[in-house]
C-alpha cells in the first residue's frame, strides 16, 4: 500500500493512518487541480498547441497544488505531533506530482474511435469505397466528399449531404463545410482566426456564427 511504501515527505516515524490521510488528501488534489486547470484553459478561449497547452496546465497545476499540499501537510502533522515540512519541500513535492501528471496523460494510450455503420451517403461513392468520410463541402452545384480514400465529387446540395451523414455525427464549421466530429485532431489558430485541423491535415476555417456550439460541443 502507498501509506506503507512511501512515508510523506520521508518521515517512516509517521502513524499508519497520517501517512494514508495524507496521500488520500493528495489524490483528492491531483484530481481536483488537474480539472480545475483545465476547465480554466478551455474556459479562457485562448487557442493553444499541445506542447504549449501541456505547460499552461502544469502551471496552474502547480499554483494550486503548492498551498493545498502545504496545508495539508501542516494539518495533518500537527495533528500528528510533528512540525510541518518547509516550503521548499512542498514545492519540490508539488513539482514532482505535476511532472508525474502531466507525464501520465500524455502517456495514455489514445484508443482508435469505434468503427462506424457507414452513412447513407457512402452509397452514392464508388462501390470500392471501404473508407472514412472526414467531411463535405459545398462547391457550386456539388458537393466534395473528402475521404480517407481521396475527394469525391457529387451533384447534390450541403443539406442534403449532411442529411444522408447518419448515424456520424458532425458540425458545420462554416456555412460550406460539414466535419465529421471523429476527423477533428484539434484546432489551430492563424492571422487571428481559428481552424479546426483534421486527421488528413486539412485545416478548416470557423465561422464566427458557428464558433459557439463548436466550443459548446468540446471541438474548440
Same mark, same amino acid.
Given at each position: 500500500?502507498?501509506?506503507?511504501?512511501?512515508?510523506?515527505?520521508?518521515?517512516?516515524?509517521?502513524?499508519?493512518?497520517?501517512?494514508?490521510?495524507?496521500?488520500?488528501?493528495? /489524490?483528492?488534489?491531483?484530481?481536483?487541480?488537474?480539472? /480545475?486547470?483545465?476547465?480554466?484553459?478551455?474556459?479562457?478561449?485562448?487557442?493553444?498547441n499541445l506542447?504549449?497547452?501541456?505547460?499552461?496546465?502544469?502551471?496552474?497545476?502547480?499554483?494550486?497544488?503548492?498551498?493545498?499540499?502545504?496545508?495539508?501537510?501542516?494539518?495533518?502533522?500537527?495533528?500528528?505531533g510533528h512540525?510541518?515540512?518547509?516550503?521548499?519541500?512542498?514545492?519540490?513535492?508539488?513539482?514532482?506530482?505535476?511532472?508525474?501528471?502531466?507525464?501520465?496523460?500524455?502517456?495514455?494510450?489514445?484508443?482508435?474511435?469505434?468503427?462506424?455503420?457507414?452513412?447513407?451517403?457512402?452509397?452514392?461513392?464508388?462501390?470500392?469505397?471501404?473508407?472514412?468520410?472526414?467531411?463535405?463541402?459545398?462547391?457550386?452545384?456539388?458537393?466534395?466528399?473528402?475521404?480517407?480514400?481521396?475527394?469525391?465529387?457529387?451533384?447534390?446540395?450541403?443539406?442534403?449531404?449532411?442529411?444522408? /451523414?447518419?448515424?456520424?455525427?458532425?458540425?458545420?464549421?462554416?456555412?460550406?463545410?460539414?466535419?465529421?466530429?471523429?476527423?477533428?485532431?484539434?484546432?489551430?489558430?492563424?492571422?487571428?482566426?481559428?481552424?479546426?485541423?483534421?486527421?488528413?491535415?486539412?485545416? /478548416?476555417?470557423?465561422?464566427?456564427?458557428?464558433?459557439?456550439?463548436?466550443?459548446?460541443?468540446?471541438?474548440?
Amino acid at each position: 500500500m502507498l501509506a506503507y511504501a512511501f512515508p510523506p515527505f520521508q518521515m517512516s516515524d509517521l502513524p499508519f493512518v497520517i501517512s494514508f490521510l495524507f496521500w488520500f488528501g493528495v /489524490m483528492g488534489i491531483a484530481v481536483t487541480s488537474t480539472w /480545475m486547470a483545465r476547465k480554466l484553459i478551455r474556459e479562457s478561449g485562448t487557442v493553444l498547441n499541445l506542447p504549449v497547452r501541456d505547460l499552461a496546465i502544469a502551471l496552474f497545476v502547480l499554483l494550486l497544488f503548492i498551498p493545498s499540499l502545504w496545508v495539508l501537510a501542516v494539518v495533518l502533522f500537527s495533528v500528528g505531533g510533528h512540525s510541518a515540512p518547509g516550503i521548499p519541500r512542498v514545492i519540490g513535492y508539488s513539482a514532482l506530482f505535476t511532472a508525474g501528471l502531466i507525464l501520465n496523460s500524455r502517456a495514455e494510450p489514445k484508443s482508435a474511435p469505434p468503427s462506424s455503420p457507414a452513412p447513407r451517403l457512402a452509397r452514392r461513392l464508388p462501390a470500392s469505397f471501404q473508407g472514412q468520410i472526414y467531411r463535405l463541402s459545398s462547391r457550386n452545384h456539388y458537393v466534395d466528399v473528402v475521404t480517407s480514400e481521396g475527394t469525391f465529387a457529387i451533384r447534390l446540395r450541403l443539406s442534403d449531404a449532411v442529411g444522408e /451523414m447518419e448515424p456520424l455525427r458532425g458540425h458545420c464549421a462554416h456555412r460550406s463545410h460539414w466535419i465529421v466530429d471523429n476527423a477533428v485532431t484539434g484546432t489551430e489558430k492563424l492571422v487571428d482566426r481559428i481552424y479546426l485541423k483534421l486527421v488528413n491535415g486539412d485545416l /478548416m476555417p470557423v465561422s464566427r456564427k458557428y464558433k459557439p456550439l463548436l466550443e459548446d460541443d468540446g471541438l474548440i
